[in-house]
């Protein structure tokens, strides 16, 4: 007998998503237009900044919200060593040099550990967001403000978050992947969003060769553009995100209810000033849990429950990144602790409640905890 698969996300396309798209197909218009236009407006409002500006992925929202400070080579942009490669990339590709501060209990850097990582360099701290939890901002933008660097947060798993009832996206700049396992996704696409006038006005250019008008150019630009096609996808979805996110909420609470009180393992929980908005579900295995941390996974695997590990190392601990010039490699033990222990368990909006059931009961079971 095949077991079902419990697959760890699941993507629904659905009759909006059609309808805008043979729109924009039937307008002929398909680069940027009118349905990016409303994207930006729509996603502004909801995260409660002036600007969205939209780019054609997160990376590119990555590499323009560092562009357009303006930095200077040598100059130090201080992250999370526990992301996605693409946060590390961004800040090399924007000519930056990157430093790291060590992460706390809730995955994103620790707003104590900041202030070490900080010297006379640094122009810029860049917290992530991870699995949908904003981090602690407060100690974060006090460390910034104490040495004058801009905020620039990796909110690439976090649409809609928030922190202590703010929404993430407004203290400096925010940027958003709209990649295809995404909370709002369109296959590729990004947004940068702002209250800064000034910033806002100058991604607009860096995203259109540097153009104000036809011909007008102000600065080397690049072209970053969304096209009018993926910014009706994600329209299409923005409609189901309130709902769908919900959905991701009451899982997570579904699953670490269960999930409670096992001996080496802990369930993750949101910070009570945090709107966690559940991208990822991404329990901790530790040494004195009845398996390993790969044991389980390979369990789980076997069991058709989907599972990943994201992130299964420090960002910065490859080859490549080791010998690079501008990757300074900090001292963050707490961050190389928890990528041997994590793993991460479906928390899609479309898991029922008997599959709930199953990823809990076979947990338990697999770790003696019945
Ligand atoms: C997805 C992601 C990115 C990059 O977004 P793309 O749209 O895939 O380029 C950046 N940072 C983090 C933390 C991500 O999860």
């Not at 693409?86 to 090399?92: D, F, G, M, P, Y």
Request: negative net charge; charged residues 20%; contains cysteine.
């Amino acid at each position: 007998m095949s077991i079902q698969q419990i697959p760890i996300t699941k993507l629904v396309l659905g009759e909006e998503e059609e309808r805008l798209v043979l729109e924009v197909i039937r307008s002929g218009q398909l680069a940027s237009g009118p349905k990016v236009a409303e994207l930006e407006r729509v996603f502004a409002e909801a995260h409660e900044v002036k600007h969205a500006v939209a780019v054609n992925n997160g990376t590119t929202a990555l590499i323009a919200a560092v562009e357009v400070l303006n930095l200077q080579p040598g100059d130090e942009v201080v992250t999370s060593p526990f992301t996605f490669v693409a946060t590390l990339n961004a800040i090399l590709a924007a000519g930056a040099t990157a430093r790291f501060a060590d992460i706390g209990d809730d995955f994103c850097i620790d707003g104590s550990k900041v202030e070490a990582a900080i010297t006379d360099r640094t122009k810029v701290i860049m917290p992530v967001h991870l699995y949908g939890q904003a981090a602690d901002m407060d100690p974060i933008s006090l460390a910034a403000e104490s040495v004058g660097a801009s905020i620039i947060e990796d909110a690439a798993q976090a649409h809609l978050a928030g922190y202590k009832g703010r929404p993430v996206g407004a203290w400096g700049q925010a940027t958003f992947s709209l990649y295809a396992t995404k909370n709002l996704m369109c296959g590729e696409g990004g947004l940068i969003t702002t209250n800064d006038d000034g910033i806002a006005d100058r991604l607009r250019l860096l995203r259109n060769q540097g153009m104000r008008q036809r011909y007008q150019y102000e600065m080397a630009g690049n072209n970053y553009r969304l096209t009018d096609l993926q910014a009706a996808v994600a329209l299409g979805q923005w409609g189901r995100l309130a709902a769908s996110t919900a959905a991701r909420q009451t899982n997570a609470g579904l699953l670490t209810d269960g999930l409670d009180g096992i001996e080496g393992f802990i369930a993750p929980r949101a910070e009570s000033d945090r709107h966690h908005v559940w991208h990822q579900y991404t329990v901790r295995v530790l040494p004195e849990a009845k398996l390993s941390r790969d044991e389980l996974l390979a369990a789980l695997a076997e069991q058709g429950i989907g599972c990943g590990v994201y992130y299964p190392k420090v960002v910065f601990d490859y080859d490549c990144y080791r010998t690079h010039p501008d990757v300074i490699a900090d001292d963050v033990p707490h961050a190389f602790a928890i990528a041997q222990q994590v793993i991460s368990l479906p928390v899609h909006p479309y898991l029922t409640g008997s599959e709930i059931d199953r990823i809990v009961t076979t947990i338990r079971g697999l770790l003696g905890a019945n």
